[in-house]
């Protein structure tokens, strides 16, 4: 049983930083056994979006247009745990941000599909001012 838990939320003005972490536990990253691990997005009235995935088994990262460039996604298997560093916010950047995960590998092609993710976290809030 995997279970995910974001951290780091908060309220910051345009311009400003956040870092982002999920915490995973009932399983641990290593060589044997490797997922797909991502964060998504959601606003109010809005369809919940990716905005970056990696993979634990090698590294690759994928980004959302909309925030390459300004945000960064990365991993520490030692804690079992993923961030997300954001700069440069924009007020278009306010979400409820998630943490999901399924094992294998992610694909250029379809690592935003959120239909692919079994594992989530509860989210956490972060909303920029303008």
């Known amino acids: 049983q995997v279970q995910l838990q974001e951290s780091g939320g908060g309220s910051v003005q345009a311009g400003g930083s956040l870092r982002l972490s999920c915490e995973a536990s009932?399983?641990?990253?290593?060589?044997?056994?490797?997922?797909?691990m991502g964060w998504f997005r959601q606003a109010p009235g809005k369809e919940r979006e990716g905005v970056a995935a990696i993979y634990t088994g090698g590294g690759s990262t994928y980004y959302a247009d909309s925030v390459k460039g300004r945000f960064t996604i990365s991993q520490d298997n030692a804690k079992n745990t993923l961030y997300l560093q954001m700069n440069s916010l924009k007020p278009e950047d306010t979400a409820r941000y998630y943490c999901?995960?399924?094992?294998?590998?992610?694909?250029?092609?379809?690592?935003?599909?959120?239909?692919?993710?079994?594992?989530w976290g509860q989210g956490t809030q972060v909303t920029v001012s303008s």
């Open positions: 009932g399983y641990t990253y290593s060589y044997t056994y490797s997922y797909c």
């Open positions: 999901a995960a399924y094992g294998g590998h992610c694909y250029s092609g379809s690592w935003y599909d959120k239909g692919l993710f079994r594992y």
